[in-house]
T-cell receptor
């Protein structure tokens, strides 16, 4: 069974600082996703990473994927208060052949950015 | 494009009653819809996968008779929580995939259920 683990689970950052959230998954995965969730809201899609070495950037967030290490990272550059939210990674497994399995989520990282 | 809606957004009910939550794909046909449950400060857990016109596939530990899922059309799936109890209180989120593109899920806004 696919397991996805994030760390840290809680992250308190000062504005302007950099930090990285790590996401490890246990078995071969086709795709790795990053989502943002604000309190009381549903998920907002941030990135989808498809292949080894993939790197995507949007504003102050950059995500990367290392399929050999089964590791994805979400790097935050010069954090601002608006980035405060819960961030989830999720891995999509294979069900066999060309069929996709289910999306398995990490525990989530609660990010708080303070002045 | 690819908008998914849920109704209601919030519902409060008495213990023992049943509650129906609707998930609709507004601008695309969704052959597959997924139902997730999220307890406070926890991750999303997949409850079941439903394919249009066929029975839902439930994850281990999810009671089929308690969480009834119907996916009668390509744009609508419903989740009925039968004989709800306080421990069923949670945030229920659905997602939908386009035909032939199950690798991309579009998430609904969620439904918060409170059972008194």
């Amino acid at each position: 069974e696919l397991k996805v683990e994030q760390n840290p689970l809680f992250l308190s950052m000062q504005e302007g600082k950099n930090y990285t959230i790590y996401c490890n998954y246990s078995t071969t995965s086709d795709r790795l996703y990053w989502y943002r969730q604000d309190p009381g809201k549903s998920l907002e899609s941030l990135f989808v990473l498809l292949s080894n070495g993939a790197v995507k950037q949007e504003g102050r967030l950059m995500a990367s994927l290392d399929t050999k290490a089964r590791l994805s990272t979400l790097h935050i550059t010069a954090a601002v208060h608006d980035l405060s939210a819960t961030y989830f990674c999720a891995s999509l497994g294979r069900a066999g052949g060309t069929s996709y399995g289910k999306l398995t989520f990490g525990q989530g990282t609660i990010l708080t950015v303070h002045p | 494009g690819a908008v998914v809606s849920q109704h209601p957004s919030r519902v409060i009910c008495k213990s023992g009653t049943s509650v129906k939550i609707e998930c609709r794909s507004l601008d695309f046909q969704a052959t597959t819809m997924f139902w997730y449950r999220q307890f406070p400060k926890q991750s999303l857990m997949l409850m079941a996968t439903s394919n249009e016109g066929s029975k839902a596939t439930y994850e281990q530990g999810v009671e089929k008779d308690k969480f009834l899922i119907n996916h009668a059309s390509l744009t609508l799936s419903t989740l009925t929580v039968t004989s709800a109890h306080p421990e069923d209180s949670s945030f229920y989120i659905c997602s939908a995939s386009l035909a032939g593109a199950q690798e991309t899920q579009y998430f609904g806004p969620g439904t918060r259920l409170l059972v008194l």
